[in-house]
């Protein structure tokens, strides 16, 4: 059997946060979000989706608690840039529109990355890797 396709869901705090901060990214939101438990966005060329979702919400549809990202990480989200200082200028990018680096900018074997967290702690790297 073959899956179609993938998406993450995740917990936030607060819809409106976290719209303006994607937002700022410059992130497209996917579909119309007029839900006021989830709001959703599209990253790279294949358009792979991360729906955030309240934490009552997701709470409630997995009948699991959610993790408390201060404690620890649930996955990083790698995002590709095209040059070293692309990963710069992403660098500027996020911290502008309210997200922590908590590494880098840093060189990691062949390729040059840095790690931030959004608002909510949700972990992400920007990564230039040569050739890829």
């Known amino acids: 059997m073959k899956t179609r396709m993938i998406w993450a869901n995740l917990a936030?705090?607060?819809?409106?946060?976290?719209t303006k901060f994607y937002t700022a990214l410059g992130f497209e939101a996917?579909?119309?979000?007029e839900s006021d438990e989830?709001?959703?966005f599209a990253f790279g060329n294949d358009n792979f989706i991360i729906n955030?979702?309240?934490?009552s919400r997701l709470k409630a549809g997995t009948h699991m608690e959610i993790a408390d990202l201060k404690l620890g990480n649930e996955v990083i989200f790698s995002l590709s840039a095209d040059s070293r200082t692309e990963v710069d200028d992403w660098t500027k990018i996020v911290t502008?529109?309210?997200?922590t680096v908590f590494s880098g900018p840093e060189d990691f074997q062949k390729g040059y990355t840095f790690g931030f967290s959004d608002p909510d702690g949700?972990?992400?790297?920007?990564?230039?890797?040569?050739?890829?």
Do not use: I
């Open 30 to 33: 996917n579909g119309s979000n």
């Open 38 to 40: 989830l709001v959703s």
């Open 12 to 18: 936030v705090a607060d819809l409106e946060r976290t």
């Open 96 to 99: 502008d529109a309210g997200g």
């Open 122 to 132: 949700h972990k992400f790297n920007f990564l230039y890797w040569p050739g890829m």
């Open 52 to 55: 955030f979702f309240t934490e």
